[in-house]
T-cell receptor, first 112, second 111 residues
Framework: ETGVTQTPRHLVMGMTNKKSLKCEQH?????MYWYKQSAKKPLELMFV???????ENNSVPSRFSPECPNSSHLFLHLHTLQPEDSALYLC???????????FGPGTRLTVL | EDQVTQSPEALRLQEGESSSLNCSYT??????LFWYRQDPGKGPEFLFT???AGEEKEKERLKATLTKKESFLHITAPKPEDSATYLC????????????FGKGTKLTVNP
C-alpha cells in the first residue's frame, strides 16, 4: 500500500541510542496507529491518534514515545531500548477510528 | 476478553488445490471483520471488510464469508503467488479504534 510510507525500512541500534521512526500517509485519513509485530505473536496495538490527539496507549513502556504533529505524519521516538524490543514496527491509517486500516511497509528494528 | 483464533497455523497446497482458512472470534459485539494478506518483511495488505453475518466478498481467487461466530477465506485454484500469511482482525462495537488480530495462517502454494 503506497498510500502509507515508513522510514527507515531497517534500523539497527544499540541499547543506549536514540532514534526515531517516521510514518506518512497520503490517503487523507484522520486516524493513525503504531503496531508492533513480533515472531509468533499477533499484531500488538501500541498507540492510536485520532485528529492528532492520542486516544489510546496500550500500556506501552515509556522508552517508546509517539508524536503526531498533524494528521498526515506520525513519529515513534525510541530511547534506551531492550533487545526484546526488536520487531517489525508497523504504521497504519484509517479514515476515522474503527474503520478499515491501511498499513505501511514497516520498519525492521534490531536492538543490539 | 475479545479474542480471534485462526486455523490452521500453516497450510500447504498444490497449485490448483482449493481450500479454506478459518477465523473464529469471540467479541462482545462485532463491528467489522477484516482480512489482510502479509508477505514476508512487508506490511499487511488489506483484502476485505465484512460487517454482518451472511455477507460475502470476492477478489480474484479469494472469497470471504462471515457467520455470527467465524469467517472463512476460501481460496479457489490457488497459484504460487498466493503464498503469504493471511491475517484476520475484528473491531468491536462500542469499543475503541483497536483491532484485535489473530496470529495468522501461513499459506504455501507449491507449483
Amino acid at each position: 500500500e503506497t498510500g502509507v510510507t515508513q522510514t527507515p525500512r531497517h534500523l539497527v541500534m544499540g541499547m543506549t541510542n536514540k532514534k526515531s521512526l517516521k510514518c506518512e500517509q497520503h490517503l487523507g485519513h484522520n486516524a493513525m496507529y503504531w503496531y508492533k509485530q513480533s515472531a509468533k505473536k499477533p499484531l500488538e496495538l501500541m498507540f492510536v491518534y485520532n485528529f492528532k490527539e492520542q486516544t489510546e496507549n496500550n500500556s506501552v513502556p515509556s522508552r517508546f514515545s509517539p508524536e503526531c504533529p498533524n494528521s498526515s505524519h506520525l513519529f515513534l521516538h525510541l530511547h534506551t531500548l531492550q533487545p526484546e524490543d526488536s520487531a517489525l514496527y508497523l504504521c497504519a491509517s484509517s479514515q476515522e477510528g474503527r474503520d478499515t486500516q491501511y498499513f505501511g511497509p514497516g520498519t525492521r528494528l534490531t536492538v543490539l | 476478553e475479545d479474542q480471534v483464533t485462526q486455523s490452521p497455523e500453516a497450510l500447504r497446497l498444490q497449485e490448483g488445490e482449493s481450500s479454506s482458512l478459518n477465523c473464529s472470534y469471540t467479541v462482545s459485539g462485532l463491528r467489522g471483520l477484516f482480512w489482510y494478506r502479509q508477505d514476508p518483511g512487508k506490511g499487511p495488505e488489506f483484502l476485505f471488510t465484512l460487517y454482518s453475518a451472511g455477507e460475502e466478498k470476492e477478489k480474484e481467487r479469494l472469497k470471504a464469508t462471515l457467520t455470527k461466530k467465524e469467517s472463512f477465506l476460501h481460496i479457489t485454484a490457488p497459484k504460487p503467488e498466493d503464498s503469504a500469511t493471511y491475517l484476520c482482525a475484528v473491531s468491536v462495537r462500542g469499543g475503541s479504534e483497536k483491532l484485535v488480530f489473530g496470529k495468522g495462517t501461513k499459506l504455501t502454494v507449491n507449483p
